[in-house]
């Protein structure tokens, strides 16, 4: 992930910060897709991130995530669990037989337990806190500290509402 403009919404005592961001998507904009309005539900996504640089409730940062840390966390949520699934079925259809359920009943049972295992194995590491700072974004610097706040999710005349209207 590259570095991403966002606005903080609000800055939390444990030293992370809630910041709103624009979702990237495929389309890369109504201007260029002749007006599909694909990002009139989804043109923003609030994110917690690590607020080393001190920002506050509606400063413009710039929030950055190392590529490792996006691959570190994507193994652990999508690999972990599948090598389970894959591990339960393969231990399913060696033993089902002799557990008088067969190999399809065997495998798809244990692969199922597998999965289970896998996404438990998953959240709990996840949510170690030594392995959750390590692939959550931090703002690596204030590009634009906020000088007024309006009313109704305004910022510096940046509407910040999650998935407010972006085309126009």
Same mark, same amino acid.
């Given at each position: 992930?590259?570095? *991403? $403009?966002?606005?903080?919404?609000?800055?939390?005592?444990?030293?992370?910060?809630?910041?709103?961001?624009?979702?990237?998507?495929?389309?890369?904009?109504?201007?260029?897709?002749?007006?599909?309005?694909?990002?009139?539900? &989804?043109?923003?996504?609030?994110?917690?991130? *690590?607020?080393?640089?001190?920002?506050? *409730?509606?400063?413009?940062?710039? $929030?950055?995530?190392? *590529?490792?840390?996006?691959?570190?966390?994507?193994?652990?949520?999508?690999?972990?669990?599948?090598?389970?699934?894959?591990?339960?079925?393969? #231990?399913?259809? &060696?033993?089902?037989?002799?557990?008088?359920?067969?190999?399809?009943?065997?495998? #798809?049972?244990?692969?199922?337990?597998?999965?289970?295992?896998?996404?438990?194995?998953?959240?709990? #590491?996840?949510?170690?806190? &030594?392995?959750?700072?390590? $692939?959550?974004?931090? #703002?690596?610097?204030?590009?634009?500290?906020?000088?007024?706040?309006?009313?109704?999710?305004?910022?510096?005349?940046?509407?910040?509402?999650?998935?407010?209207? +972006? +085309?126009?």
């Amino acid at each position: 992930m590259a570095e *991403q $403009i966002g606005i903080v919404l609000h800055t939390l005592e444990n030293g992370m910060a809630e910041v709103v961001t624009d979702r990237r998507n495929a389309c890369g904009g109504c201007e260029k897709s002749h007006g599909c309005r694909t990002c009139l539900a &989804s043109s923003k996504m609030v994110s917690m991130v *690590q607020n080393p640089a001190g920002a506050g *409730q509606g400063d413009v940062v710039s $929030i950055y995530l190392k *590529q490792s840390a996006l691959w570190t966390g994507a193994a652990f949520l999508y690999i972990v669990p599948i090598l389970w699934l894959m591990a339960g079925a393969f #231990i399913g259809a &060696s033993f089902g037989r002799n557990w008088n359920m067969g190999e399809t009943g065997a495998a #798809i049972l244990l692969g199922l337990l597998g999965l289970a295992v896998g996404f438990m194995m998953a959240r709990a #590491i996840s949510s170690s806190s &030594s392995f959750g700072l390590k $692939i959550v974004p931090r #703002i690596v610097r204030v590009v634009e500290h906020s000088k007024t706040k309006g009313e109704h999710g305004h910022h510096n005349g940046i509407n910040t509402t999650p998935n407010a209207a +972006c +085309c126009g």
